[in-house]
């Protein structure tokens, strides 16, 4: 099976702190995408990359970067955390190049809190 | 990318089979649809995919009518664990899946 690894099940950080989530794959993927989710909002996308070095923006990028300098590991940077982006973040990866034709494998989430 | 209507909530009982119709009503003709199902504090797990008719496999079945406007996810007898959010989504070829917010599928004892 395919396993997802996100660094963090719980995270706490302080306003303005710059704070790394880290996604790891063990499955050769070429896509990963990293997603946030919110009560009542669903899941929106926040970057994702089909290969090393390629990044992608989503919906809602602002205040994220993200970096994938190997290919099984992607990481989401908040330059500076702010209350807003308290939030569970979601880490995904495909086998294709096309997200819409492929299984999407998840992490468990990470669970940032903002203080 | 289509957009989907799903009803924001359901409630079942155990051993009962339970249909979740999504409407696409802006499906278009490469489209495939798509199925997920995501328990509390976890990740969405792909459940299944169709295309047209019916595809069935270990954890479901999908029905998509000939026009391919609406397809119904059901799961036969379903248990407590069954208990998520089910979300229905359409597309093919793109770079990027979007997400709506899904069925809240309650299963009561």
């Known amino acids: 099976d395919v396993k997802v690894t996100q660094s963090s099940r719980y995270l706490v950080k302080r306003t303005g702190e710059k704070v790394f989530l880290e996604c790891v794959q063990d499955?050769?993927?070429?896509?990963m995408f990293w997603y946030r989710q919110d009560p009542g909002l669903g899941l929106r996308l926040i970057y994702f990359s089909y290969d090393v070095k390629m990044k992608e923006k989503g919906d809602i990028p602002e205040g994220y970067s993200v970096s994938r300098e190997k290919k099984e590991r992607f990481s989401l940077i908040l330059e500076s955390a702010s209350t807003n982006q308290t939030s569970m973040y979601l880490c995904?990866?495909?086998?294709?190049?096309?997200?819409?034709?492929?299984?999407?494998?998840f992490g468990s989430g990470t669970q940032l809190s903002v203080l | 990318l289509a957009k989907t209507t799903q009803p924001i909530s359901m409630d079942s009982y155990e051993g009962q089979e339970v249909n979740i119709t999504c409407s696409h009503n802006n499906i278009a003709t490469n489209d495939y649809i798509t199925w997920y199902q995501q328990f509390p504090s976890q990740g969405p797990r792909f459940i299944i995919q169709?295309?047209?008719t019916k595809v069935t496999n270990e954890v479901a079945s999908l029905f998509i009518p000939a026009d391919r406007k609406s397809s119904t996810l059901s799961l036969p007898r379903v248990s407590l664990s069954d208990t998520a959010v089910y979300y229905c989504?359409?597309?093919?070829?793109?770079?990027?899946?979007?997400f709506g917010k899904g069925t809240r599928l309650h299963i009561l004892p």
């Open positions: 499955m050769d993927h070429e896509n």
């Open positions: 169709g295309y047209k």
């Open positions: 995904a990866s495909s086998l294709g190049l096309k997200a819409t034709n492929e299984k999407l494998f």
């Open positions: 989504l359409v597309g093919w070829g793109d770079d990027k899946i979007i």
